[in-house]
């Protein structure tokens, strides 16, 4: 069995995403990693040669700046990295995600588990999704909490946008992958990243979506009913980048007023409780039971 990871990046360390950290966790667990790399003002490509791994492989890119629709250049710089890849699985991280060294072993084994196994396509992670600071996650239907992240190689797929895949039946109809759930969780820390960091992301990539300028970013402009503290332990990879490039603290702003969405949330959240525990966030994937 031979696993392919892949990710694409721009503009790391200005952004301030741990791309670093995160493409070494895909290289403990991936047999070669491929990394587009679109041209940036900083550093990024730099740091990434001196990872200095024979397993890594680095695409530079172009990305279309007229592409404004929806995120979809995401979905191109995503799809150039997968249409490198050569082996049987396709692991995709997006740069600020890591995979916990607990999970390395489990990870492979589950490949390798359904790797012969062709009713399922893709193989899905729970999600700890960090806000604020290092010790607090959300959890509500607006935060999805569970994604694809491993498709199998040898189907027919591509992304409509960086995070899901369409798997395209005959050529006729589009549908999301058939998967198995794997028992292992991603870690994303995107939204630790200090507010600086943040509001210089917002700013460079909302025109991507059609939006000619982000708004100001705070993080405690939140429903505090979704934030939750965080009982377990961070990968040993990250530990050192949340020490120097992460917010330190969260303080929730005690006038944040609810909206209609935070109120359906709520109620989604109590009715989950109430119904053993039924996801109602949005999922791109079919588990296979």
Same mark, same amino acid.
């Given at each position: ?20 950290? *995160? &493409? ?40 279309? %700046? ?5 995120? $979809?250049?995401? +979905? ?12 049987? @699985? ?29 009713? /399922? %396509? ?13 010790? @607090?996650?959300? #959890? ?9 992240? &491993? ?6 797929? @591509?992304?409509?946008?960086?995070? $899901? ?13 058939? +998967?198995?759930? /794997?028992? *292992? ?8 990243? *200090? ?7 917002? !700013?460079?990539?909302?025109?991507? @979506? ?19 503290? $965080? ?14 490039? +992460?917010? !330190? ?10 909206? #209609? ?19 109602? #966030? ?8």
């Amino acid at each position: 069995m031979k696993v392919s990871g892949f990710t694409f990046i721009r503009n790391g360390n200005l952004l301030g995403y741990p791309f670093l950290q *995160s &493409i070494k966790s895909l290289l403990n667990v991936c047999d070669e990693v491929v990394v587009a790399v679109g041209k940036s003002e900083d550093h990024t490509i730099e740091n990434l040669t001196k990872i200095n791994n024979p397993n890594l492989k680095i695409i530079l890119t172009t990305w279309n %700046e007229n592409m404004v629709d929806r995120g $979809f250049v995401y +979905a191109q710089q995503k799809m150039i990295a997968q249409y490198n890849c050569t082996g049987d @699985w396709c692991f995709y991280l997006e740069c600020d995600e890591i995979i916990h060294e607990n999970d390395y072993e489990n990870i492979r084994n589950k490949m390798y588990q359904y790797l012969h196994n062709h009713k /399922i %396509e893709a193989l899905v992670f729970d999600y700890y999704h960090f806000y604020g600071a290092k010790n @607090w996650i959300v #959890s509500s239907p607006k935060w999805y909490r569970r994604a694809p992240r &491993i498709i199998r190689n040898t189907i027919r797929s @591509w992304a409509p946008d960086g995070l $899901f895949w369409v798997v395209m039946d005959k050529n006729k109809k589009g549908r999301y992958p058939r +998967a198995a759930l /794997i028992d *292992s969780h991603i870690y994303h820390y995107g939204h630790v990243r *200090s507010v600086h960091s943040m509001n210089e992301k917002n !700013k460079r990539v909302e025109k991507y @979506w059609n939006n000619l300028e982000g708004e100001f970013y705070t993080y405690g402009n939140i429903d505090p009913y979704i934030i939750k503290k $965080f009982t377990g332990t961070h990968p040993e990879i990250i530990k050192e980048w949340l020490i120097l490039e +992460a917010e !330190k603290e969260l303080i929730l702003n005690p006038n944040y007023k609810l909206t #209609s969405k935070d109120i359906r949330h709520r109620a989604e959240m109590l009715l989950s409780k109430i119904f053993n525990n039924i996801d109602w #966030s949005r999922k791109h994937f079919k588990l296979i039971k």
